[in-house]
């Protein structure tokens, strides 16, 4: 499974658009690129998911350039309750057999 | 939409004690199911996974054990804890689709 880098931590104000960018250069070519969001004492939760270009829906939008080594995933307007952890993860749909290893993931802070 | 349920909530075990916690699904049949293991302000770490009953794998060598009696049933054992088993312990459940869905765990103190 392709291994991720993403930043250990973030800062961000109420009502600010914040971005998170993961590094996956090793992403193979049936590799899925996925964002969890995790509070504390509860298990991660699915955000968003892409295989390219732009995804979006109600909570964010994902960006993936057409290399696809790299992946940004865009809050907008965050506010206080996006305070959380968030994993990018990378792998592939409906591999039997394997399992999405989750990395240290983006600690972001939002203040106001 | 699976539903995951994960019980204890939490618990408190003295050291050498034996372990069992259970996770079960709801709403999916022959689901890939996962335990993972959170040590406090620690990523989370991929302890064992399923791909049917009684198909465990192993992924870090540990005084832990899983076992998957029915389809939708994951249990995690121990017979003696260690003080580095505390932790919160999660149960998850993979779709077709790839997307991996979480129970709410069950946070593990050992003392």
């Known amino acids: 499974l392709a291994k991720t880098t993403q930043p250990i931590s973030m800062d961000s104000y109420e009502g600010q658009e914040v971005n998170i960018t993961c590094s996956h250069n090793?992403?193979?070519?049936?590799?899925?690129i996925t964002w969890y969001q995790q509070f504390p004492s509860q298990g991660p939760r699915f955000i968003i998911q892409?295989?390219?270009t732009k995804v979006t829906n109600e909570v964010a939008s994902l960006f993936i350039p057409a290399d696809r080594k790299s992946s940004t995933l865009s809050l907008p307007r965050v506010s206080l309750s996006d305070t959380a952890v968030y994993y990018c993860?990378?792998?592939?749909?409906?591999?039997?057999?394997?399992?999405?290893?989750f990395g240290k993931g983006t600690t972001l802070s939002v203040s106001s | 939409s699976q539903t995951i349920h994960q019980w204890p909530a939490t618990l408190v075990q003295p050291v050498g004690s034996p372990l069992s916690l259970e996770c079960t699904v709801e709403?999916?049949?022959?689901?890939?199911l996962y335990w993972y293991r959170q040590a406090a302000g620690r990523g989370l770490q991929l302890l064992f996974y399923?791909?049917?009953?009684?198909?465990i794998s192993s992924e870090v060598p540990q005084n832990l054990s899983a076992s998957r009696p029915q389809d939708r049933q994951f249990i995690l054992s121990s017979k003696k804890l260690l003080l580095s088993d505390s932790g919160f312990y999660l149960c998850?459940?993979?779709?077709?689709?790839?997307?991996?869905?979480f129970g709410p765990g069950t946070r593990l103190t050992v003392t």
């Open positions: 993860l990378v792998g592939g749909r409906n591999q039997a057999g394997t399992a999405l290893i």
């Open positions: 090793n992403i193979a070519t049936n590799d899925y």
């Open positions: 892409g295989y390219k």
């Open positions: 709403g999916t049949s022959n689901p890939n």
């Open positions: 399923s791909v049917g009953i009684g198909q």
């Open positions: 998850a459940c993979r779709e077709w689709r790839g997307e991996q869905y």
